[in-house]
């Protein structure tokens, strides 16, 4: 039998079997691309890792510069210690309450009123 002498019932039978499967396909279609889509946003390598991978890199390049001027003050203290005298003398009389020979210290204490 050809197409065109087949009964209407099998042509819609023939048919209908064709668009299920063409259904099935979109189906199909839509869920994988459904499920690259949600990968490609919230997977290990997505869209929000890589924000969020980006926002760890901004804090650290911020740690980064905070420790390069502490080193760098750091840096110019103890070259201060080694190479000047009068640091060290400073910081000696500030820190440690030290004295020259033939100074001499006074210790003032507030007295309470009776």
């Known amino acids: 039998m050809t197409p065109a002498t087949e009964p209407p019932a ?3 039978g023939r048919a209908g079997r064709l668009g299920s499967r063409r ?6 279609l839509v869920l994988v691309t459904s ?3 949600t990968n490609a946003l919230i997977g290990e390598r997505g869209v929000v890792a890589m924000l969020r991978a980006a926002r760890e890199q901004f804090h650290l390049a911020r ?4 420790l ?5 003050r750091l840096g110019e ?3 201060q210690l080694r190479e000047e005298p009068q640091v060290i003398e400073y910081l000696a009389r500030r820190d440690l309450g030290l004295v020259r020979s033939g100074e001499m210290l006074f210790i003032v204490t507030e007295i309470a009123e009776k």
């Open 35 to 37: 499920v690259l889509v």
């Open 77 to 79: 203290q103890a070259r």
């Open 23 to 28: 259904r099935t396909w979109r189906y199909l």
């Open 10 to 12: 099998d042509r819609r």
């Open 68 to 72: 390069q001027q502490e080193n760098a």
């Open 63 to 66: 740690s980064i510069a905070r």
